[in-house]
Each structure stands twice: as structure tokens, then as C-alpha cells.
T-cell receptor, first 114, second 111 residues
Framework: AQSVSQHNHHVILSEAASLELGCNYS??????LFWYVQYPGQHLQLLLK??????LVKGIKGFEAEFIKSKFSFNLRKPSVQWSDTAEYFC????????????FGTGTRLKVLA | NAGVTQTPKFQVLKTGQSMTLQCAQD?????MSWYRQDPGMGLRLIHY???????DQGEVPNGYNVSRSTTEDFPLRLLSAAPSQTSVYFC??????????FGSGTRLTVV
């Protein structure tokens, strides 16, 4: 079955700490991978995406993610978090062919302490 | 560009009532989807469409119908509302080589 697992449901960090959020997927075939962010009371916004090429992708606001095909992983990282990064983060996967149906993880709620 | 527009933003229904959540996009995207978001469960796919006239079921389709008569519009119909359908509903659209653009959501309460 197709699925996305986000291992950390809640993460609390102090400002300037480094962040890594885990994402593993189970999805047959070649995939596209995404990270979305949802700030409190808002809708989801695209943070970064991987389609092909360099497995290290950079997104907005200093976020990056690394695609490791052998581990079926797409972990999100940021070297130094800010209070404004407090949000919920969702990993998503879809096939590069066929119906282009997205599957989302259950999300990781990040709280950054000032 | 308006992006993805969802209406209404808030709605309260009585059990057994029916209603339609509207979704429209002005980006000429071929892919559109409806998700529901519940605490601790992330986003679950209700129905999706890969183009006008083509729809398919997602993970949790029961109790919902969709149609896609035009590229722009993708309404979601609740046939007979139940308390279990209390949720936040998001519509999203995408072209093939880009991520989803989400609407601002509809917060639905069924009493």
C-alpha cells in the first residue's frame, strides 16, 4: 500500500537549534517528493520539491531536503530555526506517471521557543 | 491571480443535511483534489480529478460526491451530513510538474 511516515509528531526546539524532520515513503515506481508547511490557521504552502537530478534540494526560508532512494527517505533540514518556523510540516509523495495522486504524511508539529 | 478559491470558509450543518463545497482555480491546472484534515491524521484524500470529466476516489470517499464539468471547478457534495464529517476541507490544484496550490479551507461542523 502507498504510505508516507513522519516519525516525529511533535518537536520542540530553541531558536538557533538545527532541525531535521524524518519522512519515509512506500510507493511503487518513480516518485516526486514534497514538503509543505502550514502556519497556524493557514492553508498548506509548498516548501520544496524533488522531481529528479540533485538529491539535495533547497527550498524557501533556508530549508533543504535530501532524497535517499535506497532508504526511501526525504528528510527536511534547517541549520538554524527561528521562532517564525513554528508550524506543522507535511511530507507528500506522488508518482511521476499515472494518476498523479498525492499521499501525505500525518504531519510534524514544530514549536520553536524564543 | 486568485489561485484556488474555496467557499464557504465556515459552515454549520445539521445531521442529514446536504451541501456543496465550492472550489475554483484560475491557473488552468489539470489536477484537482479534495482533502480533509483532522487532528493527528494529516490530510486524507477524498476525491481527485486529472481533468475535466475524469474523477476518481481517494482514501475516504464515502459520503462525498464530486464532478468536474470544467477545468476550473471541482465542487464537493456532502450527500447526508454526519458528525464524523466535521473537519477542515481543503481543495488543491496542480499542473503536472509542480506541487499543489491549496485553497484557504472550509471549516465544517456537523451537529
Amino acid at each position: 500500500a502507498q504510505s508516507v511516515s513522519q516519525h516525529n509528531h511533535h518537536v520542540i526546539l530553541s531558536e538557533a537549534a538545527s532541525l531535521e524532520l524524518g519522512c519515509n515513503y512506500s510507493y511503487g515506481g518513480t516518485v516526486n517528493l514534497f514538503w509543505y508547511v502550514q502556519y497556524p490557521g493557514q492553508h498548506l504552502q509548498l516548501l520544496l520539491k524533488y522531481f529528479s537530478g540533485d538529491p539535495l534540494v533547497k527550498g524557501i526560508k533556508g530549508f533543504e531536503a535530501e532524497f535517499i532512494k535506497s532508504k526511501f527517505s526525504f528528510n527536511l533540514r534547517k541549520p538554524s530555526v527561528q521562532w517564525s518556523d513554528t508550524a506543522e510540516y507535511f511530507c507528500a509523495v506522488t508518482s511521476t506517471s499515472g494518476t498523479y495522486k498525492y499521499i501525505f504524511g500525518t504531519g510534524t508539529r514544530l514549536k520553536v521557543l524564543a | 491571480n486568485a489561485g484556488v478559491t474555496q467557499t464557504p470558509k465556515f459552515q454549520v450543518l445539521k445531521t442529514g443535511q446536504s451541501m456543496t463545497l465550492q472550489c475554483a482555480q484560475d491557473m488552468n491546472h489539470e489536477y484537482m483534489s479534495w482533502y480533509r484534515q483532522d487532528p493527528g491524521m494529516g490530510l486524507r484524500l477524498i476525491h481527485y480529478s486529472v481533468g475535466a470529466g475524469i474523477t476518481d476516489q481517494g482514501e475516504v470517499p464515502n459520503g462525498y460526491n464530486v464532478s468536474r464539468s470544467t477545468t476550473e471547478d471541482f465542487p464537493l457534495r456532502l450527500l447526508s451530513a454526519a458528525p464524523s464529517q466535521t473537519s477542515v476541507y481543503f481543495c488543491a490544484s496542480s499542473s503536472r510538474n509542480y506541487g499543489y496550490t491549496f485553497g484557504s479551507g472550509t471549516r465544517l461542523t456537523v451537529v
